[in-house]
Nanobody
Framework: QVQLVESGGGRVQAGGSLRLSCAAS????????MGWFRQAPGKEREFVTA????????YYADSVKGRFTISRDNAKNTVYLQMNSLKPEDTAVYFC???????????????WGQGTQVTVSS
């Protein structure tokens, strides 16, 4: 069982930065791939980025490549999402998720956090 708690969301102007954190409980964190997804009002949840259990492999959605960076600290049971050059279209609730293998498919993730709101104003 893995419990996930996101933090770091907030309101920022376009062009600004935020860093989200996702703290995980449970001894199996280091064996889980981790992903970030987001859901904007009236839209389906979409993949943002993911990282393998070792941190050696990362995936990014085209819309965030070059602006967002995912990382993890297995000693702290935490995964991070550094978001730079934010745009109004990045406004959404951001969720972290844990799964058995790195994937852009939400079905591969078995544990989800409650989400944290990110609002980017123009």
């Amino acid at each position: 069982q893995v419990q996930l708690v996101e933090s770091g969301g907030g309101r920022v102007q376009a062009g600004g930065s935020l860093r989200l954190s996702c703290a995980a409980s449970g001894r199996t964190f280091s064996r889980n791939a981790m992903g970030w997804f987001r859901q904007a009002p009236g839209k389906e949840r979409e993949f943002v980025t993911a990282i393998s259990y070792s941190g050696g492999t990362t995936y990014y959605a085209d819309s965030v490549k070059g602006r967002f960076t995912i990382s993890r600290d297995n000693a702290k049971n935490t995964v991070y999402l550094q978001m730079n050059s934010l745009k109004p279209e990045d406004t959404a609730v951001y969720f972290c998720a844990a799964g058995g293998k790195i994937s852009s498919w939400s079905d591969e993730y078995h544990y989800w956090g409650q989400g944290t709101q990110v609002t980017v104003s123009s």
